[in-house]
């Protein structure tokens, strides 16, 4: 079945470190990909998505490309700041309109 | 953006009891909503679509008669745990999506449920 992994956390970074985050997905068909980010005592917000391959979806200077030969969609951020500390989900949605999620990441930014 | 809400966001109840969980589109109206289970460190795991004016369709392996699922109105849908048990402890998180099932999905802030 349709099933995303994502890397285990707790991920601690120091500001203004290099974020990566992976994710791999196995989906049949043509899913669309999302990061979704949870702050503390908040629900799920989208950070950005890609629906067909190739695409790369970006917000807030996090980036994702939808990579279809490896089966991924990598979060990746240059830069990060403390507020960027979070959990961070993966997830897919296939052509059934069914989303299947990751563990989620937390992730941690110290000043 | 569009807000959704639950109530109550944490509960404790005994083995036995039931417990309504409501879920709200606080800014839009949502003919569908989204039930979600989330167990510590695990991954979110669909549980039922909630769809206004029919019944909920419910996931593989989710109990329908154990997990009650009503759609009341356009912004609001509850989740009923009849007859709880501690292994129904868990995270239970919503979501709606704005404009039609394909669209963007918003998620409730979640609700903690520890059945003693």
């Known amino acids: 079945g349709d099933s995303v992994t994502q890397m285990e956390g707790p991920v601690t970074l120091s500001e203004e470190a290099c974020l990566t985050i992976?994710?791999?997905?196995?989906?049949?068909?043509?899913?669309?990909l999302f990061w979704y980010v949870q702050y503390p005592g908040e629900g799920l917000q989208l950070l950005l998505k890609?629906?067909?391959?190739?695409d790369k979806g970006s917000n807030k200077g996090f980036e994702a490309t939808y990579r279809k030969e490896t089966t991924s969609f990598h979060l990746e951020k240059g830069s990060v700041q403390v507020s960027d500390s979070a959990v961070y989900f993966c997830a897919l949605r296939n052509t059934g309109n069914q989303f299947y999620f990751g563990t989620g990441t937390s992730l941690t930014v110290i000043p | 953006g569009a807000v959704v809400s639950q109530h109550p966001s944490w509960v404790i109840c005994k083995s036995g009891t039931s417990v309504k969980i409501e879920c709200r589109s606080l800014d839009f109206q949502a003919t569908t909503m989204f039930w979600y289970r989330q167990f510590p460190k695990q991954s979110l795991m669909l549980m039922a679509t909630s769809n206004e004016g029919s019944k909920a369709t419910y996931e593989q392996g989710v109990e329908k008669d154990k997990f009650l699922i009503n759609h009341a109105s356009l912004t609001l849908s509850t989740l009923t745990v009849t007859s709880a048990h501690p292994e129904d402890s868990s995270f239970y998180i919503c979501?709606?999506?704005?404009?039609?099932?394909?669209?963007?999905?918003?998620f409730g802030p979640g609700t903690r449920l520890t059945v003693l």
């Open positions: 992976n994710c791999t997905y196995t989906a049949t068909g043509y899913p669309s």
């Open positions: 890609a629906t067909k391959a190739d």
């Open positions: 979501s709606a999506p704005l404009e039609g099932p394909y669209n963007e999905q918003f």
